[in-house]
């Protein structure tokens, strides 16, 4: 019942957030959707606010906004977690839900490079840029998000350039990660795949 991190890795869209869920319950562990952290800090900066003071301050019941889920939220997002400051300001919460009892698995960028090298089971999670900008797309459109194919694609792109460029904490597979492509994989086959892998070091 010691703490059991489950790190997951991976660009915009591939499944990281449905493979962490399902792999949360499947296992009984917390489950910590890191770009949320990012997205309530940038929701604050679109509002006027110093991205720094809001993720120095950044509360619980924040994550839980409905309208963090937007493409304009998600961009914002990856201009404020280029910012070392930032970043750091969000270290410290990571760390302690990573290492928890009971386990924990946790979904994000830098999760198997910095913060949580030391897990148990390391991820990374991706698809052909074509198929995680389809599904994001689908996605959207279900959630009555009004967008199109070409401006999801456009998104997905520019976040994953800057996300793999920036200096600090940049979106890179760490070496040992092991690599879970959906690209051809149905929800179900990504969720048996990455359960596997906590199986193999449970
Ligand atoms: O995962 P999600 O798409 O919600 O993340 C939004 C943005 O937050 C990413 O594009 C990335 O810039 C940033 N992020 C990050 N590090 C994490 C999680 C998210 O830099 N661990």
Do not use: N, W
């Not at 929701?43 to 019941?61: H, I, K, N, R």
């Not at 302690?96 to 198997?112: E, M, N, P, S, T």
């Not at 976040?159 to 070496?175: G, I, N, Q, S, T």
């Not at 959906?182 to 990455?194: H, R, Y």
């Amino acid at each position: 019942d010691g703490p059991f991190t489950v790190a997951i890795d991976g660009p915009a869209a591939a499944g990281k957030g449905t493979v962490s869920r399902a792999l949360a319950e499947r296992f009984g562990m917390a489950h910590l959707d890191t770009g949320l952290l990012y997205r309530a800090v940038a929701a604050q900066a679109l509002a006027g606010a110093d991205p720094v003071a809001a993720a120095t301050s950044l509360m619980m019941a924040e994550l839980e906004r409905a309208d963090l889920r937007t493409p304009e939220v998600a961009q914002e997002a990856s201009r404020v977690a280029a910012d070392p400051e930032v970043r750091r300001a969000l270290v410290g919460f990571q760390r302690r839900i990573a290492r928890q009892a009971g386990g924990a698995v946790l979904d994000g960028r830098d999760i198997c490079t910095v913060i949580a090298p030391e897990a148990e089971v390391k991820l990374f999670v991706t698809a052909s840029a074509e198929r995680r900008a389809e599904r994001r797309f689908e996605e959207l459109r279900a959630r009555g998000v009004e967008t199109t194919l070409e401006e999801v694609v456009g998104d997905v792109r520019a976040r994953d350039e800057r996300d793999a460029r920036r200096r600090d904490a940049p979106m890179v597979r760490a070496e040992d990660a092991e690599v879970v492509d959906t690209t051809a994989m149905t929800i179900e086959e990504a969720v048996e795949a990455a359960s596997g892998f906590v199986e193999r070091a449970l």
